[in-house]
Every structure is written in C-alpha cells, then in structure tokens.
Nanobody, 124 residues
Framework: QVQLVESGGGLVQAGGSLRLSCAAS????????MAWFRQAPGKEREFVAA????????YYADSVKGRFTISRDNAKNTVYLQMNNLNPEDTAVYYC?????????????????WGQGTQVTVSS
C-alpha cells in the first residue's frame, strides 16, 4: 500500500506563494497518477490538480489554472504543488492522493490512497 505524507502548508497573505510536497513512502510501482484535492469548511472536497506518473501529463481545475503548478520527482516518489498568487478562496486543507489506472482524475472516489492533509490559510 502507498503511504502519503503532505507538508508545506502554512499561513500566507493574498498574492503570496506556497509549495506543498507529498512524499510516498513506498508502493509507488502501482501508481498511475497522483493528485491534490482540497476541502474548505462547509464545502465539498474538490479537485485541484493531477499528474500522471510516467508521462507527466497534468490536469488542473479551472479555479487554479495559471496559478498552480503540479510536478513530480520520480526518483524521490514525491509530488509538488507550487501555488502562486494565492487568494482567500484557496484556504483549505490540502490532501495528496494516488490512484491506479482507470477512473476520472477529478473525482475523489477514484483515488485509493490519501494523506492526512496540510492546512493552507490565505489572509486578506
């Protein structure tokens, strides 16, 4: 099984930047794609970005396109989310997830493994 650990969250002012990291401790051989989701208080968990492990194809939610960049380091079994030009609507707990082949990139129930989340707070 894949164990995921997120890091890099924190407090930032609007317009600032953060970089999140997600390290997979083991089991990445079965990974087809990894993704970031987020959940704000009172809201549903929503898709942020995804990347395929072998080809590096990327997918983004419209709300973050042009501001966030997802990347991966295969040797380190790590994915990153570079977040620029943050706004208060980006405030949420951010979760890293991984999936095998098949299913939608943007549906949370497609992903089998999840980290425990890291808090991102953007002040105005």
């Amino acid at each position: 099984q894949v164990q995921l650990v997120e890091s890099g969250g924190g407090l930032v002012q609007a317009g600032g930047s953060l970089r999140l990291s997600c390290a997979a401790s083991t089991g990445s051989f079965s990974t087809y794609a990894m993704a970031w989701f987020r959940q704000a208080p009172g809201k549903e968990r929503e898709f942020v970005a995804a990347i395929t492990w072998r080809a590096g194809s990327t997918y983004y939610a419209d709300s973050v396109k042009g501001r966030f960049t997802i990347s991966r380091d295969n040797a380190k079994n790590t994915v990153y989310l570079q977040m620029n030009n943050l706004n208060p609507e980006d405030t949420a707990v951010y979760y890293c997830a991984s999936k095998g082949y098949g299913g939608s990139y943007s549906h949370f129930n497609t992903y089998a493994y999840w980290g425990q989340g890291t808090q991102v707070t953007v002040s105005s």
